[in-house]
Each structure stands twice: as C-alpha cells, then as structure tokens.
C-alpha cells in the first residue's frame, strides 16, 4: 500500500494529446465502462436482482452466498441470501469509510459497469439523487406481482419519482425490469399491462423511445437475468436477458476535450486498497486528471496535488470523464473539502455563484410555486438551502417559446424559466456560493433539482450564472 503524504509530488509527465492517443488505442482493446444505477419503489426486488446479477456473472463467490444466507437465517430472512451477497457492500459505510453510495463493479461479455448502490427508501432520496446523478444508465426494477407495481406507481410510490429524478440529472439510457413475474404464473397480459402504463409516463418525463427497454425477469429465481429456462416465460417471450440488454447498450460519448470537472460525492481520510492519505470520491464528469496535477477545490481558495487516482480499486496514472475515481490529494486541509466541491484546474475555473436562473419541468408539488418559494437545491452530491426568487416566464413545454412573462405562480407539470437565490446568500460564509455552471457550457455541471418538504417539487437545468 502506497502512504499518499510520504511520496514526492511527481512531475506532469504525459501531455493530454498522448493521454487521448491511449485512450482511443485502450478504447479499442479494452471492455468500455458504463456506470450503472438501479432504482425503484422499495421491496421491488432491487437488492435481489443485483445480487444475484453479481452472483451470476461470478462477482460473488458461493462461499460468500452461503455465509450470506447462514447470516440471514440467524435473523429469520432466509429469501435473503442473494439481497445480502449486495448489501454486504454496506460493511464499507459501517467501517466510516465511505458515506454515501457504495459502488461495486461487473464485467459482461463486452462491457464493464460500475454499479452505484441509491438506497430506495424516502429517506434516502438526496443519497439516490447523489449516485443517479453519476450514472449512465438506470435500471428500473418494478414489482409485477398483482397490484404491487400500482402501488409503487400510483400516488406516494418511488417508481415515478426515481424516473422523473434520474431522468432529470441526465441519465438517458433506461432499462425496466419488471420482475416477480414469478408470482403471476409469467402472465404475458400482465406483462403488457405494466408496458402500457410505464411506456407512456418514460416517455413523457423525457426518455426517448428508443433509449427505453423493458424484460420480464425473476431475481429470486434468476430467470431471464442471465439464461432463460421457464417454458411459461418462453412460449411469448424470445428477446434478450437482462445481462444481454446491458451488454448491448451504446456506449455514452464522454467529454474528454472539455475543462476538467470532479464534483466530490466523499471526502475521508483512510486507507483504501492500495493507498493511504486525504482522498475524495467522485466523479470525473468532463476532462482528464493526472497524477501530479495541481487542482482548485471549489468554492475557496485552495488547491492540492493530486498524488495518487484510484479507479475500480487500481492505481492509475490518469483518469478520464466517466471514471468514477478516488483521488488522493496533498498540500490541502480535510476542512477545505467538502461534499460537493468541485475539482477543477484553478486556469478553468467553475463560477462560484448564489445566484442563477434555470429552466424548469415543475413536478407535482403539494403547494404551487410562488415567488419567494423556499427550496432544497440539489447539484451532484450537495444539497442546500434556497429559494425560488422570482418566475420570470412560463415556457411552452415542447419548443420552450416564452408563453407568459412573469406569472403569478407555476402550475403542475408546466415548464418555466425561474431565477434562483441560495438562502445563505446574504450570511456571506462558505456556504453562501456554489461552483455551478450553465448546461450550455458542462452539461454535467449544469443540471440541478429542487425538493421541498421530502418531496421533488422541480428539475432542470441552468441558464445563466449570475453573482
Ligand atoms: P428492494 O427493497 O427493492 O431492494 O427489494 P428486495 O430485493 O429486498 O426484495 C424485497 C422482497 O421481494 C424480498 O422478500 C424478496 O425475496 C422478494 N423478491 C425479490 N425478487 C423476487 C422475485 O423475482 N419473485 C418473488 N416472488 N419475490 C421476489
């Protein structure tokens, strides 16, 4: 194990021309990552189905399945057996290490996904929010045994929200799993059933027709994840298993030639595999980090080296948008760092403002927005404290034309321009301003979501950064 604050800082040794070079030569060669989220109405069968994915991909050793279920059955959850081979990445959190998503990672025949755990219950929405906001694609587990997916879909469940959330923080790519088909005797009506009230409502959230996909599977009896052997399941369905469909997903373009971006989702000091020292995770949304380099932490005035990148528990020279990324820095204090900073070379800075306006889809709020309207702002893993200052226009849903200038409130489901004042603005103080940037220039930086009393009230992205 490399001990991060003992080695010199090293040298920049690669020019970003040779680090592209190698990037397309290993794009070539080497299985593509894609980072991975999955989502749904609690007890759909989430923690199931991954586990038991890992387990059939030969992720999980049996001898950990069979201390899993030995664990499980001393607490009276013996179908739990592959649910714990997942969430035995919780251990980590336990262990004070990482705080908010745990990651893991699988291979398919052609593709390598790094798999970002987002706890389904309500509590845990800002947590979810936090790792769909890093994912590519999402898959959507509902449950199809009778009456359950309505209950997930309907009035208070997580199904819709999950969607409109990810959807919202830019995930385009959607896989649904409708699962316990098991428990319906593998009924193709109620298969098409949950089809035609899910399709339509993707749709309209945004998810293109063909970047929608759905496959009836079993995680407790692992049909149709991996192989399919259920004669009721195969005498109306033929087309992929879920591990297909994931294996054939198209590879997202990653903005290599953009300013670096690294919104932090953790900050810890500790040891992880193969290094020790003051490191955050996070993402690299855009750009390229290398060892040696010398990054801002915004907001504030300091900067560290990066001394060590970790991706997928390896050491790495560099890393490149899309990696999710440990990244061991010197020559900067912990209380510099926080959730939320954002990495970037200190020549491209991120704006660091409290002021902002956005362009909006308004969800379901209880309350309509008003002028004055006091929100949660969720930007990657940060969330703070602010208000909806002014409604400056509703905009036409499809082609975004100004319909009315200044209305007097926003109605559900309606799309408006808004600006946006963080509460903290006029304390002053850290918290008083955040980096953030319009959509037009990051798009990753620029997306942002509003909740209000645990439940999200708006999303969308921003327009212009103001003071
Ligand atoms: P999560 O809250 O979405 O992670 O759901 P879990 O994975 O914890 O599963 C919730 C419950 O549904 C557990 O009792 C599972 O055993 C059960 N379950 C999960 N998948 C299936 C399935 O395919 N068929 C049936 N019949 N039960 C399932």
Same mark, same amino acid.
């Given at each position: ?27 070539? =060669? ?16 989430? $923690? ?15 001898? *950990? ?26 251990? *980590? ?154 294996? $054939? ?35 690299? *949304? ?15 005035? *300091? ?22 990324? =440990? ?137 212009? =950064?103001?003071?």
């Amino acid at each position: 194990r490399m001990k991060v604050d003992e080695e010199p800082a090293p040298a920049i040794i690669m020019s970003k021309e040779k680090i592209l070079k190698e990037v397309k030569a290993k794009a070539a =060669t080497e299985k593509p990552v894609l980072s991975l989220v999955v989502i749904g109405h609690v007890d759909a069968g989430k $923690s199931t189905l991954m586990g038991r994915v890992l387990h059939e991909l030969g992720e999980t050793t049996d001898r *950990e399945v069979a201390s899993n279920q030995r664990q499980s059955e001393k607490i009276g959850k013996g179908s739990f057996a592959y649910a714990w081979t997942f969430d035995a990445m919780d251990e *980590e959190r336990e262990r004070g290490v990482t705080i908010d998503v745990a990651i893991d990672t699988f291979s398919t025949q052609r593709k390598r996904f790094t798999l970002i755990d987002a706890p389904g219950h309500r509590d845990f929405v800002p947590n979810m929010i936090s790792g769909a906001a890093q994912a590519d694609v999402a898959i959507l587990v509902v449950d199809g045994a009778s009456g359950a997916f309505e209950k997930g879909f309907e009035g208070g469940g997580q199904t819709r929200e999950h969607a409109l959330l990810v959807r919202s923080l830019g995930v385009q790519q959607i896989i649904v799993a409708v699962n316990k088909l098991d428990a319906v005797r593998w009924s193709e009506v109620r298969y098409k059933n949950i089809f035609d009230q899910l399709f339509p409502f993707l749709t309209d959230i945004g998810f293109m027709p063909h970047k929608i996909t759905f496959v009836p599977v079993s995680a407790s009896t692992g049909e149709n994840l991996t192989k399919q052997t259920n004669e009721l399941l195969r005498a109306w369905y033929d087309g992929p298993t879920l591990v297909e469909e994931l294996d $054939s997903l198209p590879v997202p373009t990653r903005a290599l030639d953009v300013a670096l971006r690294i919104p932090v989702s953790n900050v810890f000091k500790g040891q992880s595999a193969t290094a020790s020292g003051l490191a955050v995770t996070g993402r690299v *949304e855009s750009g390229i980090v290398q060892v040696g380099e010398k990054l801002a932490a915004l907001p504030g005035d *300091e900067s560290g080296i990066v001394r060590a990148l970790e991706v997928n528990g390896e050491l790495v020279p560099y890393a490149t948008a899309g990696a999710n990324a =440990t990244i061991f820095l010197s020559g900067i204090e912990a209380n510099q760092l926080s959730v939320g900073s954002v990495l970037c070379p200190r020549s491209q800075p991120v704006p660091v403002v409290s002021t902002f306006t956005a362009q909006v889809l308004v969800f379901e709020p209880k309350h309509p927005i008003t002028a004055g309207y006091a929100v949660e702002l969720f930007h990657h893993s940060r969330d703070i404290p602010a208000s909806i200052v002014a409604l400056e226009a509703m905009l036409d849903k499809t082609t975004g034309k100004v319909t009315k200038t200044s209305p007097r409130m926003l109605p559900k489901n309606s799309s408006a321009r808004i600006r946006v004042q963080l509460r903290n603005a006029t304390t002053g103080g850290r918290s008083g301003a955040i980096p953030i940037e319009p959509f037009s220039v990051n798009k990753a930086m620029g997306r942002v979501l509003f909740r209000r009393n645990g439940e999200t009230v708006a999303a969308g992205i921003v327009l212009e =950064t103001l003071q």
